[in-house]
Each structure stands twice: as C-alpha cells, then as structure tokens.
Nanobody, 122 residues
C-alpha cells in the first residue's frame, strides 16, 4: 500500500508559478513510478509525466513541455511539480499517482492522492 498526499494548489494569476508537492508513505517506495495527472472540469484526465526512482521524467505532453518540471526527492519520499508560466487552461485538479510499472496511462496507476485544485485567473 502507498499513501499519497498532495499540497500546494491554489489561485494564481496567469504567468505565475506554483509548486505542487506529493508526499508518499508506504512500503518499497523506491519501486514505484510516480506520476502527475490533472483533470479539468468537463475534460478527460491529462497525463503530465512520470518519474522513476532515479529519473528521468518521461512523458511531458506538449501542453506543458518547457513550463512544467517533475522532480523527486528520495530522502523525503516526495515528488514535486513545478509549474511556471501558468495559463488559464492549466486550471484543473492535480493528482499524484503511483504505479509499480512504467506507464503513460493514468488508468494503470494504482494509488492516487486526493488531488489539489489549481486555478489560474486571466
């Protein structure tokens, strides 16, 4: 079992930055791939990228490439999503998720956090 808790969401103006955190607890965390996934109202989930224990990050979509960065802190069992140059279309609930095997498919992630809301105003 893996427990995930996200934090760091909020309201930000377009062009601003936010850093989301996801703290993981449980057994054998080093064996899990950690992903960030978002879901905007009325839209399907969007996979933002995944990182293994030693990196690198795989799977940034074009919509966030160059603006979002995923990183992992092994000492604190945390995964971060640094979001820069935010746009109103980045407004969504952001989730971190864990999977034993590499995947770019959200449905294949077994463990999920509760999500954190990010709202970008124009």
């Amino acid at each position: 079992q893996v427990q995930l808790v996200e934090s760091g969401g909020g309201l930000v103006q377009a062009g601003g930055s936010l850093r989301l955190s996801c703290v993981a607890s449980g057994r054998a965390l080093s064996t899990y791939w950690m992903a960030w996934i978002r879901q905007a109202p009325g839209k399907e989930r969007e996979f933002l990228g995944t990182i293994g224990w030693s990196g690198p990050v795989v799977g940034y979509p074009d919509s966030v490439l160059g603006r979002f960065t995923i990183s992992r802190d092994k000492d604190t069992n945390a995964v971060y999503l640094q979001m820069n140059s935010l746009k109103p279309e980045d407004t969504a609930v952001y989730y971190c998720a864990a999977a034993l095997y590499f995947s770019r498919t959200s449905d294949e992630y077994e463990f999920w956090g509760q999500g954190t809301q990010v709202t970008v105003s124009s």
